[in-house]
């Protein structure tokens, strides 16, 4: 887990995916490939074409060249290893092209008061396609404290294990890692699996499993995790049982509220 890509863009997210994108090569002694999207006018909201869309492309790429050279500067100074892309399109599938050779994405939950970008749906389809892990910050986030505590939300499922393999090299950092289960019946590996996995990788996790059939699972997972001052949520795209979901449902709702950083796989 040594490539880590960070969309570059000038909105209210971008100084979060910054600062954490910075720490997460840091702490992984690892190379950041800042992927700048200038959006299409269509994707910035122009219905016209023509001359309206000329002139707005140029407006983007002008505020992008303004925002390239500022965090250049700030890219610089933090003293990685890193490299530049530029591209022009939908925002989703500009990374998705750049994520080939990504083991981690840096991308933001739902931003809180700007309906554009529309991150939350950025970052599902993103989680989709490219099939690697996706660290989706809140916009407040100053920095990601990768030897804090960890806090697996564990529901059985192949997409949590995946993510939790690929994952080994930042969970390793941490300083406690919990594997936190809301049984539902649904679940083909057993978090006891999980923590026996992580024990061959020299992570010692222990393991909680709750049984609530009233409250939404990811109320208990960000409850859990606030309670044990977790840093960051490592997670799996939840697709089973009473937690069914299309990108909605509990993968949906942490997208949209969750206040702790999202480690998140599909």
């Known amino acids: 887990m040594k490539n880590i890509l960070l969309l570059v863009h000038d909105d209210d997210g971008q100084f979060a995916r910054l600062h954490t994108a910075i720490d997460l090569t840091r702490a992984l002694d690892g190379h950041l490939i800042c992927i700048d999207v200038t ?9 016209y074409g023509g001359l309206g869309a000329s002139v707005l492309l140029n407006d983007e790429r002008e505020n992008e060249a303004r925002n390239k050279a500022r965090m250049k500067e700030r890219v610089a100074s933090a003293n990685i290893s890193w490299s530049w892309e530029d591209a022009t399109g939908d925002f989703a599938q500009c990374v998705i092209d750049a994520s080939n050779l990504a083991d ?38 100053e920095s990601f404290n990768a030897k804090g505590r960890a806090i697996i939300a564990w529901d059985g499922q192949e997409s949590v294990a995946a993510t939790m393999r ?6 390793q950092l941490a300083s406690d890692v919990e594997i936190f289960m809301v049984r539902d019946g649904a679940a083909k590996i057993e978090p006891e699996e999980a923590a026996a996995y992580l024990a061959r990788h020299g992570i010692h996790a222990n393991v909680k499993i709750v049984e ?4 939404h699972a990811d109320v208990l997972i960000e409850n859990a995790a606030r309670h044990w001052r977790a840093e960051y949520i490592l997670m799996g795209a939840y697709s089973h049982g009473r937690l069914m979901e299309a990108f909605g449902g509990v993968t949906k709702r942490m997208l949209s509220n969750c206040k702790l950083p999202l480690v998140i796989g599909h």
């Open 212 to 215: 609530d059939g009233v409250h």
């Open 166 to 171: 690929a994952c080994v090299p930042l969970l």
């Open 104 to 141: 981690l994405i840096v991308l933001n939950r739902a931003l809180d008061d700007y309906p554009l970008p529309d991150m939350r749906t950025i970052t599902s389809r993103v989680l989709m396609h490219a099939r690697k892990p996706i660290v989706a910050v809140p916009e407040e986030v």
């Open 39 to 47: 959006p299409s006018p269509v994707y910035a909201g122009n219905a």
